[in-house]
């Protein structure tokens, strides 16, 4: 979450992705950097056990949801 609103701050568009355990962490993160509502990617936790056709199945969706957020804030 810091290196991506860090970016973000520097006007380099940034999405920031991890999984959902650590979603009450994230949007703390964004809180204290003064961007409560940051939107972020979460996969869902775990994925060091995930098969290679599961991380490539959240890896997918993934992308598939940093597009749409990329490219809201782009025409926004």
């Known amino acids: 979450m810091h290196d991506a609103i860090a970016a973000e701050t520097r006007g380099i568009p940034a999405v920031a992705v991890m999984t959902d355990r650590f979603e009450q962490s994230a949007k703390a993160m964004a809180a204290v ?16 056990n995930d098969s290679d056709a599961d991380l490539a199945a959240k890896a997918e969706a993934a992308v598939n949801q940093i597009v749409e957020l990329l490219t809201k804030r782009a025409g926004a």
Do not use: Q, V
């Open 33 to 48: 950097n003064g961007i409560p509502d940051y939107p972020f990617i979460m996969l869902r936790h775990p994925i060091a």
